[in-house]
């Protein structure tokens, strides 16, 4: 067990003193780190830990190269990747692209913690959450928690997306919507420039059937005698 433990040992801290070696030497040795960062991924637990923690710090290099490296990702390596991109996402694009595709994974728990990860960046994240409305799957999904999170922001895309084809069938951007009407600032402005460009008939009659109900919803519970 001990000479297992050594080994271990060994194994990361030749890699990371071969990341430090590599991130002295110059941006194009720095991106060679992160792209052996991002292959670590897939490896045992200490090494894909320490792989992390690398990428963590990697900055641009490190969200260029796990957004570009996604794709060949294994499953267990993108479920990894999402620990460094989260915080990568706070400040590089590249990282937020790479969570809009973590969300359209087949895997639920991986949409999920990629969902999760851009709701909690709303400086950057909520670009990565208008991106993925028009998807089947996570589009519901991603309007509420656009709407919850950055509704100044949602209503204009949230709109747009209600006008496109079959949008106005979509009950999920109809309450997203009512959501982000109730939270922003001043949604009336938004709304009446929506209306004054004529959007579909459809489009329109089920912004405001959402919007209604949610009035009405709250109507009636502040009507309940206590």
């Given at each position: 067990?001990?000479?297992?433990?050594?080994?271990?040992v060994?194994?990361?801290?030749?890699?990371?003193?071969?990341?430090?070696?590599?991130?002295?030497?110059?941006?194009?040795?720095?991106?060679?780190?992160?792209d052996?960062?991002?292959?670590?991924l897939?490896?045992?637990?200490?090494?894909?830990?320490?792989a992390?923690?690398?990428?963590?710090?990697?900055?641009?290099?490190?969200?260029?190269?796990?957004?570009d490296?996604?794709p060949?990702?294994?499953?267990?390596?993108?479920?990894?990747?999402?620990?460094?991109?989260?915080?990568?996402?706070?400040?590089?694009?590249?990282?937020?692209?790479?969570?809009v595709?973590?969300?359209?994974?087949?895997?639920?728990?991986?949409?999920e913690q990629?969902?999760?990860?851009?709701?909690?960046?709303?400086?950057?994240?909520?670009?990565?959450?208008?991106?993925?409305?028009?998807?089947?799957?996570?589009?519901?999904?991603?309007?509420?928690?656009?709407?919850?999170?950055?509704?100044?922001?949602?209503?204009?895309?949230?709109l747009?997306?209600?006008a496109a084809?079959?949008?106005?069938?979509?009950?999920?951007?109809?309450?997203?919507?009512?959501?982000?009407?109730?939270?922003?600032?001043?949604?009336?402005?938004?709304?009446?420039?929506?209306?004054?460009?004529?959007?579909?008939?459809?489009?329109?009659?089920?912004?405001?059937l959402?919007?209604?109900?949610r009035?009405?919803?709250?109507?009636?519970?502040s009507?309940?005698?206590?």
């Amino acid at each position: 067990m001990r000479s297992a433990s050594r080994a271990r040992v060994l194994q990361l801290s030749a890699f990371l003193l071969l990341l430090v070696s590599a991130q002295g030497a110059g941006a194009a040795e720095g991106r060679t780190s992160m792209d052996l960062a991002v292959r670590e991924l897939g490896a045992d637990h200490d090494r894909a830990t320490a792989a992390v923690y690398a990428l963590q710090s990697g900055g641009g290099d490190a969200a260029e190269a796990l957004l570009d490296a996604w794709p060949s990702l294994s499953l267990l390596g993108q479920k990894r990747a999402i620990a460094a991109l989260r915080p990568l996402s706070r400040e590089h694009s590249a990282a937020v692209e790479a969570l809009v595709q973590a969300a359209r994974s087949d895997d639920a728990r991986l949409r999920e913690q990629a969902l999760s990860a851009l709701r909690q960046n709303p400086a950057r994240g909520s670009a990565g959450l208008v991106a993925l409305l028009d998807d089947p799957r996570v589009g519901e999904r991603a309007a509420a928690l656009l709407a919850r999170t950055d509704p100044d922001v949602a209503i204009d895309p949230l709109l747009s997306a209600l006008a496109a084809d079959g949008g106005s069938e979509r009950s999920g951007l109809r309450e997203a919507l009512a959501t982000a009407v109730q939270r922003a600032k001043e949604p009336e402005p938004k709304l009446r420039a929506w209306i004054d460009a004529a959007p579909p008939h459809a489009a329109a009659a089920s912004a405001a059937l959402g919007i209604a109900s949610r009035v009405s919803s709250e109507s009636s519970s502040s009507s309940r005698p206590l």
